[in-house]
C-alpha cells in the first residue's frame, strides 16, 4: 500500500468530524516530483485538543506549535492544525503561533511555493502560489517577499540552498538576492539547526551548486569557522564530492582541503557529537599520512570500513571518479586476514605465563602484540601448538 493510502484514514476520520484535513509540505512535493517520500505531514482545521479527542492514540509533542503525533498501527503522523507565525523574535522561528481558518492562508506561512501545496484525499491540488509550475521548472522561490521571509525566519535561506544541491534546482534570482541582502543574519540561528541544513546539502543531489551558492551570496562568511577559508573552501569546487557516500568523508575533504590550524576545534564549533568527531578526525589524519599501500596489518589497524572511506576520498582529492575504485579489492584483502582483533587470538597471556613459568610485566604485552602482528602478517598460524613454539623460540632468545 501506497504512504498516502495508509494516512487517509486520519484526514477521512477529521473529515467525518467535521473538519478540513489536507497533506501538506514535503510529501506532496516529492509525490510530484515522483522522489521517496520521507514523512507524511497532515494540515488539520481541528484544533489540538479536537484532534487528541479524535485519536485513542496521540502525543502532544508540539503544542505550542499546534502539532499532534497521531500513532496509528504503530505509525506516527504529524497533524498541525492551520496557523500563521505571526510574532517573530531575533530571526528565528517564532515562539507563538496563531490558529487560522483556511488551509490557504496555512500555506502563506510556507517558505518555498514547491512546499506550499496541499493535496486532498482525492489527490485533488491546492497550490496558491503556483509551486507546481516552479517545480516543473525547478525553481526555489519564496512564498511572498523573499526580503520578509528570511527576515522572519533566516534559516529558510539555508533550507533554500539545501533544496537546491538535494533537487537539484536553482534558486529563483529574488530570493538569490535576498539572501544575498540578508546572510549575516544566519548567525542569529542555532549551530544544530545549522548543521542540519548544510549537511543534507553536502549529501544532496548537486553538493557543488550548494557550496557555490554559499560563496555567491558570501553566506559561507558567517557560518563558523569558515570566515578566513572561503578561498579554499571555493577549492572544493574542484573536486568530485558527489561521489563521496557519507557526511564523515565530506566533513574530512572540508578539514583537508581548509587545512585549519585546530581542524578539532572547527568540529567542536560546528557541535558534533564526539563520536562522529573521532570518526571524521581518524580519515582526516589518515589523509595526512604519506599515501597507504594495504598492507595486511595496516588493513586491520585502520579496518575495512575506514579503509574503503579513505580511498574514496583519495580518488577524489586526485580528481578521479571514485565509482571506479576497487571497492572489491579492500573487502577481499580484508576477508582474507586471519583475525580481526585481539580478541580472536588463540592464546592468551595466561597461557604465556604458564608456559614461561615467569612472572607478569611489560613484556607480555610486548610479546603479545609481536604474536598479533606475526598473525595478521600469515607468519604464524593461529593455534596453541604453533604459537607455543614460536614463543619457546623467542624465549630462548
Ligand atoms: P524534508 O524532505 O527534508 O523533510 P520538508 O519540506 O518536508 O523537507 P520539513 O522540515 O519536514 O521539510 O517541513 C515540512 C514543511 O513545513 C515544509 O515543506 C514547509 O512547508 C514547512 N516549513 C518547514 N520549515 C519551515 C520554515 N523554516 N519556514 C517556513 N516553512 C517551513
Ligand atoms: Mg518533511
Known sequence: MDIFDKA?????????????AYFVGGCVRDKLLNRTIGDIDIATSALPEEVMSIFPKTVPTGLQHGT??????SEPYEITTFRTESTYHDFRRPSEVTFVKSIEEDLKR?????????????????????????LYDGLIRCVGEAKERFQEDALRMLRGIRFVSQLDFRLHDETFNAIKSYKHLI???AIERISVEIE???????????????????????LP????YTSQFNDLLDFPIQSLKTIEEIWALILYKCNFDNPEQVLRNWKMSNNRMKQILKVYHLLNETKIKWSNTKLYQVGLTDAIKYERLQCVIDKIDANELNEDLLKTLYNQLPIYSKSDICITGNDLLEWSQLKGGPWLKEVLSEIEFQLVENQLENNQLAIKEWFINWLQK
Open 8 to 20: 487517509k484514514p486520519i484526514l477521512d476520520k477529521l473529515i467525518k468530524y467535521g473538519f478540513e
Open 187 to 189: 548567525e542569529n540561528i
Open 110 to 134: 510556507r517558505d518555498f511555493t514547491m512546499n506550499a501545496i496541499a493535496m486532498t484525499t482525492k489527490n485533488e491540488i491546492i497550490d496558491p502560489f503556483n509551486g507546481t509550475i516552479d
Open 200 to 222: 543534507k546539502m553536502l549529501l544532496g543531489k548537486s553538493p557543488k551548486k550548494g557550496i557555490g551558492l554559499l560563496i555567491q551570496t558570501n553566506l559561507v562568511n558567517h
Open 225 to 228: 569557522s569558515l570566515k578566513e
Open 68 to 73: 499532534v503525533l497521531v500513532i496509528q498501527n
